[in-house]
């Protein structure tokens, strides 16, 4: 049981250039997240998906683009990268509201962006 | 909106010391709360949930508490050890916003040998 796995675990890109940050998990769990952390501030939700199929603007969405493949799988892209952008991006999941709803959150991808 | 704060923002006592990390939210219209432990470098691992009905919750040496009318919600350590030394995360569930987790900064914990 892997829990949630994410990667890369370290990027480093140039302004402009885009790629996409892969995220599973195998716990059967219905919603996924994607966050960003940054120094002093916390984790901020940049996307959510509640279930397979849907996906939610979090609370800082701009310069991003998800996709939930399937139940497993939720993946984060950045079009056109900005060195804004460079933090620590960690994907969660948890069963959904109507249950316990705890979260469990995978090892994360140190993202740099020159 | 909801917010989460977390005061001290970085907090230093001597091992084998009791102690409280505190946590505050604005809304209290929880779904549930949660602390986490986050090492430095790594992930989040997750160390209590308090669902919005129960009080608090305890594991081992970690107990939580949570009183959703005044906002607020405490993370007991009994018996610190050096390898508690790690920054500590509250974050709330709220039924307004469906799935969304607020967090708040963190309390960055050092235990002294």
């Known amino acids: 049981n892997a829990g949630v796995t994410q990667t890369p675990k370290f990027q480093v890109l140039k302004t402009g250039q885009s790629m996409t940050l892969q995220c599973a998990q195998d716990?059967?769990?219905?919603?996924m997240y994607w966050y960003r952390q940054d120094p002093g501030m916390g984790l901020r939700l940049i996307y959510y998906s509640a279930s397979e199929g849907t996906t939610d603007k979090g609370e800082v969405p701009n310069g991003y683009n998800v996709s939930r493949l399937n139940k497993r799988e939720f993946s984060l892209r950045l079009e056109s990268a900005a060195p804004s952008q460079t933090s620590v991006y960690f994907c969660?999941?948890?069963?959904?509201?109507?249950?316990?709803?705890?979260?469990?959150f995978g090892p994360g991808t140190r993202l740099t962006v020159l | 909106k909801q917010e989460v704060t977390q005061i001290p923002a970085a907090l230093s006592v001597p091992e084998g010391e009791n102690l409280v990390l505190n946590c505050s939210f604005t809304d209290s219209a929880i779904y549930n709360l949660q602390w986490f432990r986050q090492d430095p470098g790594k992930g989040l691992t997750s160390l209590l949930l308090i669902q919005s009905s129960q009080r608090e919750q305890t594991s081992g040496r970690l107990n939580a508490s949570l009183d959703k009318s005044s906002g607020r919600s405490t993370l007991y350590i009994a018996a610190s050890q050096p390898g508690d030394s790690a920054t500590y995360l509250c974050a709330v569930s709220g039924y307004s916003s469906a799935s969304k987790i607020i967090f708040g900064s963190g309390t960055r914990l050092s235990i002294r040998p």
């Open positions: 716990m059967n769990h219905n919603s």
């Open positions: 969660a999941s948890s069963d959904g509201q109507l249950k316990r709803n705890e979260q469990f």
